[in-house]
Each structure stands twice: as structure tokens, then as C-alpha cells.
């Protein structure tokens, strides 16, 4: 098993022509190689259909959550050219170690690990200029020689769109027990999103609900709810699709300010709004477990 990640000389050497005439198709669930996923119970991944609505602060404040119910999680950054997990969790000049079993993840905490591309990279501002075979590469190294061990949730964040990374996880990881789609209120966010849930239909990745994010602002004074953004577009996308709106989440700096100097995991809520909303995804995911155990696996 290889010990090293794709390197920047090899993306030097692909073939730009390499993947000409091989189109993957998308309803084929057929495994593109082995991973080692083994001791992992639940597999969600975070999406969204553009970027900059807030996806991976939702990723990481979900890990951390489940992680400090007393669950065993693992989070994977797959986004190759905007990784952005270790930054939040103040991992940045982290590197991941290697023993026998393959390349360990990052520890956050006794019951949280971090993977990300980031890692593996120069400095914060080293750019990943890879094509579609080098990410392809990158990503099934994350999924075949990163030993994750016993999981009860592995949280994927997905980078925006449906493009190389999704298609790849989804092809890849043959079992996934569901998907998360963040969005915001704007019109141009929402359509997006209607092409995420129509990706995920395609490879055949359940959709476990809709996240609004940035909502709305609360008022300090009358705690009224002030729709910035508009609304209602996220209800008439979850009932055209026949899914659920898990939370609609209103803007909460000292989520963000946790996020910004990597204290992700030390926020401990302050029954904020956010706190009461983001719950109830949390408790959505936790479900999963709750039915696995159930049926006795």
C-alpha cells in the first residue's frame, strides 16, 4: 500500500487527454476500488449546490456535536481545492502520521478525527492546480489508506456542486446512509440546490433533509426573526422533492467567530436560536445510529 499522497509533480505528468471518451456513468453503483470503510456504521455526506452558504461551519459544528454525545466520528474534508475543516478546528499546522494500518487522521478529540487535503499541502496558501484523474487519485486515497477504524458516523464535506469529488464518493462508497444539502435563502442558491437533490436521486444517495443557513438575523432587542435574505423557497424545494427542511438556521456570529480561530469544537452553544434550530439536525443524524442499532448491527 502506497505510504505517500498524489504529489504536485505528478499532476505534472497527467494526461489532460487521460479521461477523454471514459465518461463514468452516474447510476452505476459498481465500486471504482476498495475502501476501507469496514468499522464505519454511518456514512453522511454535506452538500451543497454552490459555495459560500456556510456547508463545511455545518459539517464541523455537526462532527463536534455528535462527537461530544459520545459518539465515535470522523470527518473528511474532500474539498481538493478549498479545504477548509482544519482551519476551524485550529489543525492547521497538523500532519497526519502513518502505521501499519494506513495514514491515521487527525485527532480533535478522543471521539473526533479530522482527514483533509490540507494536511499534505506546503503552506495555507499552496494551491492544488489538479485535474480530474490527480483529484480522483487523491480521493480514493482518502477512502482506501486513511484508517479510520471504528466510526459511528463519518461526516463527508463534499465541495460545492456535483461535479469530479461528489460523483467520485458516491461511486465509491457504495452505502452511504444519506445526504445533507445546505443552501441559503436566495433564489440563486435554491436553484442550485434542486440540481444537488437531482445528483443525488441519480446515484442513488438518499436525502436525509434540507439545511437553510443564514436564515435570517434575530433581533437582540424583540428576538423577531428579519429574513435578510427573503424565504420561503427552501419550504417549496423540500415540497416539490418530497423531503424535509431540518432546521432553518438564522445567523449567529459566535458560530462563525468559533469557526474563524479554529475553536469549533470548544463552542458549547448559549441557547441561542441556533442552538435550539441546529439540534434538530443533529438529533436527525443521531436517528441513524438510533435505527442501526435497532435493526442489530
Given at each position: 500500500m502506497s505510504k505517500e499522497f498524489i504529489s504536485t509533480e505528478d499532476v505534472a505528468k497527467t494526461n489532460p487527454n487521460e479521461a477523454k471518451g471514459k465518461e463514468e456513468?452516474?447510476?452505476?453503483?459498481?465500486?471504482?476500488?476498495?475502501?476501507?470503510?469496514?468499522?464505519?456504521?454511518?456514512?453522511?455526506?454535506?452538500?451543497?449546490?454552490?459555495?459560500?452558504?456556510?456547508?463545511?461551519?455545518?459539517?464541523?459544528?455537526?462532527?463536534?456535536?455528535?462527537?461530544?454525545?459520545?459518539?465515535?466520528?470522523?470527518?473528511?474534508?474532500?474539498?481538493?481545492?478549498?479545504?477548509?475543516?482544519?482551519?476551524?478546528?485550529?489543525?492547521?499546522?497538523?500532519?497526519?502520521?502513518?502505521?501499519?494500518?494506513?495514514?491515521?487522521?487527525?485527532?480533535?478529540?478522543?471521539?473526533?478525527?479530522?482527514?483533509?487535503?490540507?494536511?499534505?499541502l506546503e503552506g495555507e496558501d499552496f494551491p492544488v492546480i489538479w485535474r480530474g484523474p490527480a483529484k480522483m487519485g487523491a480521493i480514493k486515497q482518502f477512502l482506501q489508506e486513511v484508517s479510520w477504524g471504528v466510526l459511528d458516523f463519518l461526516i463527508i464535506d463534499l465541495p460545492p456542486g456535483t461535479g469530479d469529488e461528489p460523483l467520485s464518493i458516491a461511486?465509491?462508497?457504495?452505502?452511504?446512509?444519506?445526504?445533507?444539502?445546505?443552501?441559503?435563502?436566495?433564489?440563486?442558491?435554491?436553484?442550485?440546490?434542486?440540481?444537488?437533490?437531482?445528483?443525488?436521486?441519480?446515484?442513488?444517495?438518499?436525502?436525509?433533509?434540507?439545511?437553510?443557513?443564514?436564515?435570517?438575523?434575530?433581533?437582540?432587542?424583540?428576538?423577531?426573526?428579519?429574513?435578510?435574505?427573503?424565504?420561503?423557497?427552501?419550504?417549496?424545494?423540500?415540497?416539490?422533492?418530497?423531503?424535509?427542511?431540518?432546521?432553518?438556521?438564522?445567523?449567529e456570529p459566535q458560530v462563525s467567530q468559533k469557526a474563524d480561530t479554529g475553536a469549533t469544537y470548544s463552542y458549547e452553544g448559549n441557547e441561542s436560536e441556533w442552538d435550539r434550530r441546529f439540534s434538530n439536525v443533529v438529533d436527525s443524524i443521531e436517528k441513524l445510529e438510533n435505527n442501526t442499532k435497532n435493526d442489530g448491527n
Open positions: 456513468k452516474t447510476k452505476s453503483k459498481s465500486p471504482i476500488g476498495t475502501v476501507n470503510l469496514d468499522g464505519v456504521k454511518n456514512k453522511i455526506m454535506i452538500m451543497s449546490g454552490k459555495g459560500g452558504v456556510g456547508k463545511s461551519t455545518i459539517a464541523a459544528y455537526l462532527a463536534s456535536s455528535l462527537a461530544k454525545r459520545g459518539y465515535r466520528v470522523g470527518l473528511l474534508d474532500s474539498d481538493i481545492h478549498g479545504p477548509s475543516i482544519p482551519k476551524m478546528f485550529g489543525l492547521e499546522n497538523k500532519k497526519p502520521e502513518v502505521d501499519e494500518k494506513g495514514i491515521v487522521p487527525v485527532p480533535v478529540s478522543e471521539n473526533l478525527k479530522v482527514m483533509s487535503i490540507a494536511f499534505l461511486q465509491l462508497i457504495s452505502d452511504f446512509d444519506g445526504a445533507i444539502v445546505v443552501t441559503t435563502p436566495q433564489d440563486v442558491a435554491l436553484t442550485s440546490v434542486r440540481k444537488s437533490i437531482n445528483f443525488l436521486d441519480l446515484v442513488d444517495v438518499p436525502v436525509i433533509g434540507l439545511v437553510e443557513n443564514m436564515s435570517g438575523v434575530i433581533c437582540p432587542s424583540c428576538g423577531d426573526e428579519i429574513e435578510v435574505f427573503g424565504g420561503g423557497g427552501v419550504e417549496k424545494a423540500a415540497s416539490d422533492f418530497g423531503i424535509s427542511v431540518l432546521a432553518e438556521l438564522p445567523i
